[in-house]
């Protein structure tokens, strides 16, 4: 095979590449977005017994997710976030751009424990099944299964308590 046959066969396995990363980025996407509709779907169907307005309220808008390689002005990460308000206390539910492996991450803004620490939902496909993470600084977070029980536990906390 001269140089040129040998070039022509590079581009060739290299446009197959990247045909199929385009694809499996897309299938990915396709996944993230969905499973972040279905999560926040089963967060309001879990708050709906106990929604009243200026008590709680769950609302949803359109959000696209960006990062540091990612700009917002470029990002195809189209979805939404999710806000609860209880007891006038925000918590946004706020998508991160795809992680590798189609990794989807939430932060969530309003129910971090200490000052430098931070809460986030994290499903790793192919899994299905939603984690919460708590870290605080350097160490290990911890990881807790997210359903409706353990979402009322850490809602609880926001309600003010009487001090009589």
């Known amino acids: 095979m001269d140089d040129v046959q040998q070039l022509g066969e590079m581009l060739r396995h290299y446009a197959e590449s990247e045909a199929h990363k385009k694809q499996l980025f897309e299938s990915q996407s396709a996944n993230w977005e969905v499973r972040i509709s279905e999560l926040f779907d089963q967060i309001g169907q879990w708050l709906e017994p106990v929604q009243a307005p200026n008590l709680l309220v769950v609302n949803r808008e359109a959000y696209v997710a960006s990062g540091p390689s990612i700009p917002v002005e470029t990002s ?8 609860i308000v209880i007891a006038g206390k925000p918590v946004e539910f706020v998508p991160e751009v795809m992680g590798a492996g189609g990794q989807i991450s939430l932060a969530v803004m309003g129910l971090t424990a200490a000052r430098f620490g931070s809460v986030s939902l994290v499903c790793q496909p192919p899994f299905n099944s939603w984690q919460w993470r708590k870290t605080n600084g350097l160490k290990d ?4 299964p997210f359903d409706a029980s353990f979402l009322a536990q850490q809602l609880q906390v926001l309600i003010p308590r009487d001090r009589a």
């Open 141 to 144: 977070p911890d990881v807790f």
């Open 76 to 83: 195809t990460f189209k979805t939404e976030k999710l806000s």
